[in-house]
């Protein structure tokens, strides 16, 4: 039978206070001040995570690419599905992101989106998936945060600010906010992880927006992809 400090330890296991899961598996986010204040000193590793935004292009990518940077320097693969928008390919190179351990995935409609972030997830061969989910169900949520479970590594939706005011069952939620100094960098709010939320709001150095297009119009795209499995998700072309 399992002692109580190992119940506790295991990430289906909620506390309130400040966050104390140093055996939380998690990937670091590159943040000093954003570790700290998340269990396991980072996004959770087989764990649904969401960061809301107001809108699409104000610097949300830059919260995740450190993470990314180092996760594709180690080797390790990162899928982004359907995204509104394909980041510059030399900027991101330039932060150090490996472009071969990248993988773009278009979908057609929202539920071949879903169905490929659950067949990506459960496979086991990325260790970050990032996704843009303008709409979403709880039901939808939980089924991704169910196959989250499966995999090596972190799911991180990218939804709006008005989602904030729904349930979700993501472990982690963050609320990327626009800095009260219109020249400064925009705040970071953890409206939800395990433990008490964090009352105060984080500034991180964040650098400019990367620059990008519409992936409706991308032709041949700059980054490496590899078709999803199935036939009701498309790559884009390399």
């Known amino acids: 039978m399992a002692s109580l400090a190992e119940i506790l330890q295991r990430q289906s296991v909620w506390r309130g206070g400040a966050p104390s899961g140093a055996a939380v598996p998690a990937a670091p986010t590159g943040y000093a001040a954003l570790d700290a204040a998340l269990p396991g000193g980072g996004w959770p590793a087989g764990g649904l995570a969401e960061l809301l935004c107001r809108a699409e292009g104000v610097g949300e990518l830059q919260v995740v690419l450190p993470a990314l940077a180092a996760l594709t320097a180690a080797g390790h693969r990162v899928a ?100 009260a100094d219109a020249a400064g960098p925009p705040a970071l709010r953890i409206l939800k992880r395990r433990g008490m939320p964090l009352a105060a709001p984080l500034s991180l150095p964040l650098a400019r927006p990367l620059p990008a297009r519409p992936a409706h119009a991308l032709g041949r795209a700059p980054l490496s992809a590899v078709p999803a499995t199935g036939a009701r998700a498309r790559a884009c072309a390399a």
């Open 80 to 179: 982004w599905l359907a995204p509104p928008y394909l980041p510059y390919a030399p900027a991101l190179k330039a932060a150090g992101v490996r472009l071969a351990g990248l993988t773009v995935v278009r979908a057609p409609g929202r539920r071949d989106a879903l169905w490929a972030a659950e067949q990506a997830l459960r496979s086991g061969a990325f260790h970050a998936l990032l996704l843009w989910l303008p709409k979403a169900s709880y039901p939808e949520l939980r089924r991704l945060a169910v196959a989250a479970q499966a995999g090596p590594g972190f799911a991180l939706a990218f939804r709006p600010q008005e989602a904030g005011c729904e349930s979700s069952p993501a472990v982690l939620r963050l609320a990327l906010e626009p800095a």
